[in-house]
């Protein structure tokens, strides 16, 4: 899912829109990295660490390894709060209140920034001169006949119809892709972490 968001930066290039690269890639990458992918970092060094290990006594330093998933629940429970046996490094409680902080900015980053962005765009073309054609309307052109030197006016009637801006609609379409987003994440974290947790029990038989 990463690696799409990424492909979105060439499309807004593509189109010419890199205003839209602060507008969504940013605030899509920073909610997405905030929270899976500091549940990726955790994983990665669980496994780095060896939970076993034993003091100076000949204890063991703990019992058994933090649960992760309990992490990622305690998270947005309790932000900022870890219990002892989750905890994974020291700092922990304020370093995930954080990351939750800037994910709670990028919702309204994604939601509003954009449609503000086209509105933007769209008042100045409007100051400087263009306007939305609607139908009807006469389009006048000079065109100049072959073996005739003066030009004559040719009156054409104007086919298309351009719709007009309506921003609450940019708005539905922004807060669908917005939602739309933010559920996918949440999706396909669930659904690894069911393949997850279904390797660890086949590991355990």
């Not at 290990?53 to 330093?61: E, F, P, V």
């Not at 709670?104 to 400087?128: D, G, I, Q, R, T």
């Not at 306007?131 to 073996?147: I, L, Q």
């Not at 054409?156 to 119809?161: L, V």
Request: glycine share 6%; with cysteine; charged share 20%.
């Amino acid at each position: 899912m990463t690696f799409a968001i990424v492909l979105n930066v060439y499309n807004h290039l593509y189109y010419g829109h890199p205003q839209f690269i602060w507008a969504e890639f940013v605030p899509q990458m920073l909610f997405m990295q905030s929270i899976f992918g500091y549940l990726v970092i955790c994983i990665i060094y669980k496994w780095s660490v060896d939970w076993w290990a034993l003091d100076g006594s000949g204890n063991h330093i703990r019992n058994s390894p933090p649960s992760l998933l309990n992490m990622l629940i305690y998270m947005f429970l309790t932000p900022g709060k870890v219990d002892p046996k989750d905890q994974l490094y020291p700092g922990q409680g304020p370093v995930q209140a954080f990351l939750l902080f800037v994910a709670a900015v990028c919702v309204p980053w994604m939601l509003l920034m954009k449609p503000y962005l086209l509105k933007k765009e769209h008042e100045k073309a409007k100051s400087e001169g263009y306007h939305v054609a609607t139908e009807g309307a006469a389009r006048v052109s000079y065109e100049e006949d072959e073996g005739d030197a003066a030009g004559g006016a040719v009156v054409a009637e104007a086919m298309d119809e351009e719709e007009e801006f309506d921003f609450s609609e940019i708005m539905i379409h922004q807060t669908i892709h917005c939602i739309e987003f933010c559920l996918n994440c949440i999706s396909n974290t669930a659904s690894y972490l069911r393949l997850w947790a279904l390797s660890l029990a086949h590991a355990r038989e």
